[in-house]
């Protein structure tokens, strides 16, 4: 039986969240603990208005969830470590009418130690099968979903340093890691981009996920970081993605500009529109308070017509190492 990942702008049944419970971030105060709170609700109460959306809640937050979220959002009471859905979720695969939800390993990104926990995590993706009662397929690989992005048409996006990196599969040869991926998620064309955006191999980050540097936008186009700023670290990954995605693939690329703001009070930035989440009629965009957020939203009314584009403030996203595609999992209609 094949199954194949459907494209993020494919219909969806709903959209799959997980309560960030504890804030880990540097500067964690009741303060940041609340704007965080805060963030991962507003982008459920975005995303509501579009489509259903299920948040995964431990037993001891739910009075906590329920007081940020739309009465709208449906909670499902679940053990859970982190709230990044996209990572330890599910990523749902179809073979016609068939749903199916393919389990990854997960080791917190790479198994890091200090701040990330993962026991919990690596069953979320199992409880949801059973939860929707589809079948489970288990992988032997370690990956996660923000590390992956499919056109629906047999092309894959990938990094380097994180299918590859020894954190994750030691032991891995390159043609394994297409093997398992291409047999899980019914693609025939693995892209591999050398490495994601600079703060990502920092504290909370993820080494590399190609979801902050580029993502397809339909079947033959492909949307790109672009630092433009020669002074950031990120002006020569943006350069470098570029200019691979021109010798491996014949796609129309289509740059993003990166939010003008460089630093924060911990160094460079990795702010990027890129990592935005494509719902039912909708674009939910990463905000940064930026003068590039209006051209990031008319480039992106550009190539998702028809699509309202909404725009939530995703730096206390950020802060803990991601962003709106991060803590949001689709599942298919």
């Known amino acids: 039986m094949t199954w194949v990942m459907p494209a993020e702008w494919q219909p969806h049944e709903r959209t799959w969240m997980a309560w960030m419970e504890e804030d880990y971030s540097t500067d964690a ?47 499902l009471i679940t053990d859970i470590d982190d709230g990044w859905m996209r990572d330890s979720g599910p990523t749902f695969v179809k073979n016609g009418e ?14 890091q130690g200090g701040w990330a926990n993962w026991e919990k995590d690596d069953a979320v993706a199992s409880h949801v099968a059973s939860t929707l009662g589809v079948p489970s397929i288990r992988s032997s690989l370690v990956n996660e979903g923000g590390g ?6 047999g092309a894959l996006l990938v990094t380097e340093t994180v299918q590859l990196g020894q954190e994750r599969n030691p032991g891995w040869s390159r043609n394994e890691v297409e093997e398992e991926l291409n047999s899980k998620l019914g693609t025939n064309q693995v892209i591999w981009i050398r490495r994601g955006l600079t703060r990502d191999y920092e504290d909370f980050g993820t080494k590399g996920h190609v979801d902050i540097v580029a993502c397809f936008a339909d079947e033959s186009t492909i949307l790109f970081h672009d630092q433009q700023d020669e002074t950031h670290p990120d002006f020569s990954v943006s350069h470098e993605v570029k200019r691979t995605l021109e010798e491996t693939t014949d796609f129309k690329l289509v740059g993003v500009p990166a939010p003008k703001t460089l630093r924060d009070e911990h160094g460079f930035v990795d702010y990027s529109y890129i990592n935005h989440y494509i719902c039912n009629g909708a674009v939910i965009l990463c905000a940064f308070d ?5 051209v990031a939203k008319r480039i992106l009314e550009g190539v998702y017509p028809g699509r309202e584009i909404v725009l939530v403030d995703a730096r206390p996203l950020f802060a803990r190492g991601g962003g709106i595609h991060c803590i949001t999992q689709q599942q298919p209609a």
């Open 98 to 111: 068939s749903l199916a939800a393919v389990d990854w390993i997960f080791n917190g990104w790479g198994n």
């Open 290 to 294: 930026d003068e590039n957020d209006a």
């Open 29 to 75: 105060n009741p303060e940041s603990a609340e704007l965080m709170h805060l963030t991962w609700a507003r982008v459920a109460n975005t995303i509501v208005n579009f489509e259903p959306v299920t948040m995964l809640v431990s037993q001891e937050h739910e009075v906590e969830a329920r007081s940020y979220l739309d009465q709208r959002v449906e909670i």
């Open 148 to 153: 992956i992005h499919v056109n629906g048409a």
